[in-house]
T-cell receptor
Framework: AQSVSQHNHHVILSEAASLELGCNYSYGGTVNLFWYVQYPGQHLQLLLKYFSGDPLVKGIKGFEAEFIKSKFSFNLRKPSVQWSDTAEYFC????????????FGSGTRLQVQP | DAGVTQSPTHLIKTRGQHVTLRCSPI?????VSWYQQVLGQGPQFIFQYYEKEERGRGNFPDRFSARQFPNYSSELNVNALLLGDSALYLCASSLGQGDGNQPQHFGDGTRLSIL
């Protein structure tokens, strides 16, 4: 069975600080990887996705993530966070064609202080 | 374009009752998935439907059932409600055949509280 681990449950940063949120998954086959964000009072929104190709993927709002297959990791990064990045971030994976369900991590709550 | 819409927004039920939650996918999306999100956790997969057929089922008891209609909208039904069913129920739709590499788009969810 697939599983996703997000190491940081709650992160507090000051504006302009750099961000890296960890995500590790367990699944031996081909995977599709996602980061979703949930702003306060809003629905889950897709930040970025990796299906194949360049392991460094860029998403919306200056976010990027790097897929490291050997480490089963898909960490999310942003060079300089803003107060508006305050939200909950979820890493998710599905096991490629034929495995359509997303398996989510438990989420990381990011609080950016002005 | 309208996103994924779910109804109702909030619902309060008592133990043993039955509930029906509804979801309308984004126009043109043929695949609908249901997830349960308990407070403090990530969403957990319940069902996925494509073209009215069940394409996947998560580790939930038979009290949970779902269906998809010809217009691609979907219902999630939960019988014999338990306190532990209190959660946010999310619906997500995706384009095409619901294949693994199609990103899912989520609705705002239905907050279900069991007393």
């Amino acid at each position: 069975a697939q599983s996703v681990s997000q190491h940081n449950h709650h992160v507090i940063l000051s504006e302009a600080a750099s961000l890296e949120l960890g995500c590790n998954y367990s699944y031996g086959g081909t995977v599709n990887l996602f980061w979703y964000v949930q702003y306060p009072g809003q629905h889950l929104q897709l930040l970025l996705k990796y299906f194949s190709g360049d392991p460094l993927v860029k998403g919306i709002k200056g976010f990027e993530a790097e897929f490291i297959k050997s480490k089963f990791s898909f960490n999310l990064r942003k060079p300089s966070v803003q107060w508006s990045d305050t939200a909950e971030y979820f890493c998710a994976v599905n096991g490629g064609t034929g495995r359509r369900a997303l398996t989510f991590g438990s989420g990381t709550r990011l609080q950016v202080q002005p | 374009d309208a996103g994924v819409t779910q109804s109702p927004t909030h619902l309060i039920k008592t133990r043993g009752q039955h509930v029906t939650l509804r979801c309308s996918p984004i126009s043109g999306h043929k695949s609908v998935s249901w997830y349960q999100q308990v407070l403090g956790q990530g969403p957990q997969f319940i069902f996925q439907y494509y073209e009215k057929e069940e394409r996947g089922r998560g580790n939930f008891p038979d009290r949970f059932s779902a269906r998809q209609f010809p217009n691609y909208s979907s219902e999630l039904n939960v019988n014999a409600l338990l306190l532990g069913d209190s959660a946010l129920y999310l619906c997500a739709s995706s384009l095409g055949q619901g294949d693994g590499n199609q990103p899912q788009h989520f609705g705002d969810g239905t907050r279900l509280s069991i007393l």
